[in-house]
């Protein structure tokens, strides 16, 4: 990082995490009261960090919380992508990348969300069934998965493991877990991610490689690696000069990388590059994949059914109840069967009423733990 860079993230270790959420523009388009993440027009900052268990909007998906740098990935579509696509996100768990790019995506776009691990999987299939945007299906492959199935996107995102440096400040834990050795293991887990999705790009199609890490082996040498194994041209996106986006930490590295160092950046460590395919498209565009004809790829299905059109709201304490798994007495006009319960008029999710109480259809997995209620309604967002 050279000398000042190291000093001045040293020191923002003793300074408290940003905090931020992203909204969700299907429900809230804007958040008057907060401040804005500058490189993502979705993105706020919070003051600190409240309890989003407790506040039943989070769950109703109508904003995620995510970590300001990886919210770049915005930017870096708005800038770039003007036309649908067809989209890979290979490593995908738990959301925050998939949601955000599904959110910016010209319409007509469509998203597969690929996590290869089976329970971060269902963290993922949880946070994209929430956020509730169409022609978005969550999977759960390997990389190797779809270069065998003979699928091709025309943009792949690939937010690799890495060694996790970027999240010292904000995650103890990383740095107890990081060693030189699983450094060197992730640089190479690394490019055979990378030489699989390079399969699946078509040409003229872009690749977008991140890391929550600092160090040029997983980063700078890897996209070095890209340039000069496949025909790879990198791309700039343009960025204003009080984001503090540093640029390459490698010596006589010229190309474009926008890494963010807390410190600098409000937010936490980031790694990313974006690099084209120069291959000559020779297919049509608007040919689709047909994931029902491809080979060995598990599809996960949503684990909630159609929302009912009839609807009935919720107070507070109700909604928490609800998002427990705990029976509701609606109203006693409300007609029985299948019913929407909604909170401050956006859905939770299905119930069925049968006439004395209405039986709690939530998905169990989702449902909240603990049997605390707050002392006061939790509310991060004003509607």
């Known amino acids: ?11 923002a270790f003793n300074e408290d995490a940003p905090v931020s959420i992203r909204l969700n523009p299907r429900h809230l388009t804007k958040c008057q009261t907060l401040c804005e993440v500058p490189w993502c027009q979705e993105g706020f900052y919070l003051e600190g960090r409240p309890q989003f268990t407790f506040d039943p909007l989070f769950h109703a998906g109508c904003y995620y919380v995510q970590e300001a740098s990886s919210m770049f990935v915005t930017h870096v579509l708005r800038q770039l992508v003007k036309e649908p696509v067809e989209m890979l996100d290979l490593c995908a768990a738990p959301g925050g990348k998939s949601t955000a790019a599904r959110a910016v995506l010209p ?26 945007w169409p022609d978005c299906t969550v999977t759960n492959n390997y990389p190797r998965d779809f270069r065998k199935a003979k699928l091709k996107f025309d943009v ?32 190479r887990l690394q490019r055979e991610i990378v030489a699989d999705a390079w399969e699946c790009l078509n040409p003229d199609g872009i690749l977008i490689y991140s890391t929550c890490t600092y160090n040029t082996k997983e ?34 590295f010229e190309a474009p990388v926008y890494r963010f160092i807390p410190g600098f950046t ?16 020779r297919e049509v565009r608007g040919k689709r994949n047909d994931l029902r004809q491809a080979q060995g790829l598990r599809i996960l299905s ?11 709201d919720l107070s507070y304490p109700d909604a928490l109840r609800y998002l427990r798994g705990e029976a509701l007495v609606l109203p006693a006009d409300m007609p029985r069967g299948l019913v929407t319960v909604t ?16 039986n709690n259809l939530y998905p169990k997995p989702w449902r909240i733990k603990t049997t605390h209620l707050p002392s006061e309604e939790i509310t991060i967002l004003e509607t």
């Open 156 to 187: 792949i995102l690939c937010d690799v493991p890495c060694s996790g440096e970027g999240m010292f400040r904000k995650d103890p834990e990383t740095i107890r877990e990081w060693s030189p050795q699983n450094v060197e293991k992730c640089w």
């Open 266 to 281: 409000r937010g936490e460590g980031l790694f990313m590059a974006v690099l084209k395919n120069r291959g000559e498209r």
């Open 107 to 132: 319409e007509g776009s469509t998203l597969i969300s690929n996590e290869p691990i089976p329970n971060r999987a269902q963290i993922l299939l949880e946070n994209i069934t929430k956020w509730g």
């Open 1 to 11: 990082m050279g000398e000042a860079h190291f000093n001045r993230f040293l020191e």
């Open 219 to 252: 980063n700078e040498e890897n996209v070095q690696w890209i340039m000069e194994t496949y025909d790879a041209e990198i791309l700039a996106v343009p960025t204003q000069p009080e984001w503090n986006i540093t640029g390459s930490l490698l010596e006589g």
């Open 343 to 358: 909170y401050k008029g956006f859905p939770l999710g299905p119930a069925k009423n049968i006439g004395n109480r209405a």
């Open 302 to 312: 949503p684990l909630t059914s159609h929302l009912s059109p009839l609807t009935t």
